[in-house]
């Protein structure tokens, strides 16, 4: 009881709340910057195809369309004295620690690509669920007063947290080789394991299995202990119009980006002829002054002028920044043209995600949050997915002027759903299912 006195949990102080989560959300990053921008960009300058590097990316894009497998289970099981999802992110961060470190393993892994897809697959396993865990411990604990401000942390977080391990990996692959390089990246998310370990999300509960406390009152009525229950309760929440309408545009969004994303270190590599070291250290660059950015200005920029208005002018910036990608084909051997350009993409897409994310928490019931918000982000996901399997026939069969166009077109689709989208009308109906289960429970 002593040590438990002196630790402080995240349903007392906001500051432990930002804390908690910026670790988390930077652990989630770290993994991100290898998997998602540094090992596409080496493959290209190792000469591996387009067709090749997409099935990487593929690969490792597929699992965090399994989350919604394991979310429901997140929900339904836990051990109630330790946190209703506390024990999920601690489980689930030493996994991604330890498939880190089984990926370093892999030797000479450009000439045995199945097992560099495998390992990048094994990872996000372990990444998603840990997305998951930690995505329902933030719903369950943030208040909504904080929820703008604590996604532009957590978006911000996650963005260092990708820039910093892209850097260091590619610094560390150059210098010495791919087990040093992966290897030190597992070591700090296991390090950053320690946060959830030594922070509880009540006061009352346990620091450990073994140590005295209890199951908090507040958790033991929310709590789902039937599957139908929580069925029923995900049904009618994903049968409303508006949420319907939230899922496709995260759909939409994630699924835009990540097609962009993918093709733009091909392009640096292939067109601009930058090496896959520069590029990488020019993204990394990018998210860590996007992701501060985020936290300095993204929450206040959404509680400000309001989600939906910032949003649009972040897809129409985005378009406008593809449309002219497009057109000055003239400044694509240009180096500072394009340095430039992904700094500034990266900033206003740090800033569209932070306020699409914090709708999506918004807009979740606490019965079922781990599920729920990640149903929202699996959609998301096999956006993503998506997004990098349209790499290949779109690049094989038109130019990279039609290419980037068709990411222009998306976004125009992506504020056309985010037009027709009521917030107000869809949390208003969310508060009702609530009640409602609340008084079937009495």
Not at 408 to 432: F, H, P, T
């Amino acid at each position: 009881m002593k040590l438990n006195s002196r630790v402080s949990s995240l349903s007392e102080r906001s500051g432990i709340r930002y804390f908690t989560f910026i670790a988390l959300y930077f652990a989630e990053g770290l993994p991100m910057g290898i998997l998602f921008i540094g090992i596409p960009a080496w493959m290209a300058m190792n000469n591996k195809t387009v067709t090749e590097i997409g099935a990487f990316d593929v690969a490792c894009a597929m699992p965090w369309t399994f989350k919604f497998f394991i979310a429901p289970m997140m929900d339904r099981y836990t051990f109630l004295p330790m946190g209703r999802k506390r024990p999920w992110v601690i489980i689930c961060q030493t996994g991604l620690f330890l498939s880190l470190l089984v990926m370093a393993s892999i030797k000479d892994p450009l000439n045995h690509l199945s097992l560099l897809i495998a390992g990048g697959f094994f990872v996000s396993i372990f990444g998603a669920a840990q997305d998951a865990a930690t995505d329902g411990l933030a719903v369950d604990n943030i208040p909504p007063e904080e929820q703008a401000r604590a996604n532009a942390f957590m978006g911000g977080a996650r963005m260092i947290g990708s820039s910093f391990a892209l850097a260091l990996s590619t610094w560390l692959l150059e210098r010495y080789n791919f087990f040093v390089s992966t290897a030190a990246i597992g070591i700090m998310v296991g390090l950053i394991t320690l946060v959830p370990i030594l922070i509880r999300e009540h006061q009352e509960e346990r620091l450990f299995p073994w140590s005295e406390g209890q199951a908090t009152k507040s958790n033991n009525e929310i709590q789902v202990n039937s599957w139908i229950e929580m069925y029923r309760s995900l049904y009618a929440a994903f049968s409303l119009k508006n949420a319907f309408l939230l899922a496709l545009l995260l759909f939409l969004s994630q699924g835009s980006y990540n097609y962009f994303e993918k093709l733009l270190p091909i392009f640096a590599v292939k067109v601009t002829g930058w090496t896959h070291i520069y590029y990488s250290n020019a993204f990394a660059v990018a998210d860590l002054t996007g992701g501060i950015a985020g936290i300095l200005l993204g929450g206040w920029l959404l509680e400000r002028f309001g989600m939906k208005r910032m949003i649009y002018i972040y897809f129409s910036f985005i378009c406008a920044q593809a449309l002219l990608l497009s057109f000055l084909k003239l400044y694509w051997t240009n180096t500072t043209y394009l340095y430039s350009y992904i700094v500034v993409y990266r900033w206003v897409n740090a800033f569209a995600k932070i306020g699409v994310f914090a709708i999506a928490m918004q807009c979740c019931s606490k019965r079922v949050s781990a599920s729920q918000f990640t149903f929202y982000m699996t959609i998301g996901a096999v956006g993503s997915m998506v997004g990098a399997a349209l790499i290949s026939p779109v690049k094989n069969n038109f130019s990279w002027e039609i290419s980037f166009i068709f990411f222009a077109i998306m976004m125009v689709i992506c504020a056309i759903n985010l037009r027709a989208l009521n917030i107000e009308k869809l949390e208003q109906q969310i508060e009702g299912l609530e009640d409602c289960n609340k008084i079937r429970n009495e």
